[in-house]
């Protein structure tokens, strides 16, 4: 039926160019990957559905850039089999269906590997190809559940917070897609065979846990929440809120930062109580709330601004987008990362 033309692309100059992935359309974590692997320079192939619909599209305008498309009727014998034909000159598929559901259309990885034996063949689940979930139905937020990430994440004394769908969605599945693609990428050339990585949400949410696991280990880490160094119970390590109703956040973990925070907000010599003892947090954290509460968010931004305090303003993504940092790097929400000296890739 023909390849439509690109989305956003200039020029397939990354280190990944030459490198072909087929995209079977899904939402979510398979798309950010393949955005992921289009902005480093693969030319991504997107099998649309022959009647035009598609789940959630306006949500995808970002993660669909960088595409080529061809609508294709995966129950259409036909269909199927220009499908397979072109995965025979591909180097990647990547598939979003439920377990199972791929076998079913005929184009399951014994019949793509049978065709193409150097294929990668990516599937992306929530719950992964076995096991007595693989099959249920689930978001972001049921797999952040059951890795144990969600429960760590939350104020004292309060329920588990639902960080968007960031950490589950797009760091523990699209991201560890990425690396496993790539993995297996890098084995073939060694081998000359292609293999099926599996990369289910929750499994990449439960590797994220591994540091978590060693400060629990370490007698470092409390299971409540709120209650330790990393999830906003150090007064030293969390955002408070600020005259207008914005907040900074402050990450002033190392010693000198903190002794650069204390100098900022004028309790350089006083008389606080030591850091290092959790039971003195609470009285550490009044002090500090009502230091912030006295100033507007942007001054207090630009007041530490240049200093090693580790104060920074809690943007908007459309602040972000016009924050100097990020205009003086060509950076911002949805940019281009990581950056390559000699291979890069631009969209616009």
Known sequence: MGIAASEGRSAATGPLSGLRVVELAAIGPAPFACMVLADLGAEVIRIDRADGRRSFEQWHQVLDRGRHRIALDLKSPDDIAELLSLLESSDILV??????????????PEV???RNPALVYARMTGWG????LASTPGHDINYLALSGALYA??????PPVVPVNFLGDFAGGSMFLVAGVLAAVY????????????AAIVDGAGAMLGMLVGMEAA????????????????????????ADGGYVAVGALEERFYAALLHGLGLAGAALPDRDEPHNW???????????I?????????????????VTPVLSAAEAASHPHHLARGSGPAAVAPRFSRTPVEFH
Not at 153 to 158: P, Q, R, T, V
């Open 95 to 108: 598939e979003g269906f439920r377990p199972g559901v791929a076998e079913r259309l005929g184009i399951g």
């Open 112 to 114: 793509c590997l049978d």
């Open 129 to 132: 190809q076995e096991g007595p």
């Open 153 to 158: 994440i939350g104020e004292a004394g309060g």
């Open 187 to 198: 084995e073939r050339q060694r081998t000359g065979r292609g293999q099926v990585v599996d």
């Open 219 to 242: 007698g470092q880490w409390r299971h409540e929440r709120g209650a330790n160094l990393l999830d906003g119970g150090a007064p030293f390590y969390t955002t408070y809120a600020c």
């Open 282 to 292: 609470p009285a550490l954290r009044r002090e500090f709330a009502s230091r912030f």
């Open 294 to 310: 006295t100033g507007e968010r942007d001054h207090w931004a630009q007041l530490f601004e240049g200093t090693e305090a580790c």
